[in-house]
């Protein structure tokens, strides 16, 4: 009986440091990549960074927290996440401080 080995690249095991995301593949290899190449990942805490699943049978990675999905095969073609573009004209979202939001409620 032959019994052929599945040639696409699985995660077996995740690390993400304040520099990197590391991943170890199921063929032996460890890859590693910015952190920068996630946006979301970058700006996450490093507990939203920690709280991530391996999806199937290591197809991908999932961070709830953040929204972010990486496959092992988008890993290793190299191509990092991009930010959304913002409409012509739009302004970013301003933050809102807690105190402002109390003073309008209690009108």
């Known amino acids: 009986m032959n019994i ?8 077996v095991a995740l690390k993400v440091t304040n520099e990197s995301i590391i991943a170890q593949l199921a063929d032996g290899r460890t ?7 996630s ?7 490093p507990e939203q960074r920690n709280n991530f699943e391996i999806l199937g049978n290591g197809q ?11 496959s092992a095969a988008g890993m290793l073609c190299g191509t990092p996440a991009r930010r959304p573009k913002r409409a012509v004209g739009s302004r970013p979202r ?12 209690a009108r």
């Open 39 to 45: 946006w979301r990942l970058s700006e996450a805490t």
């Open 94 to 105: 301003r933050a809102v401080s807690t105190a402002k939001h109390a003073h309008a409620a």
């Open 31 to 37: 890859v590693s990549v910015p952190l920068a190449w």
């Open 4 to 11: 052929a080995a599945s040639s696409d690249p699985r995660f």
């Open 60 to 70: 991908g990675v999932h961070w709830p927290d953040v929204d972010e999905d990486i």
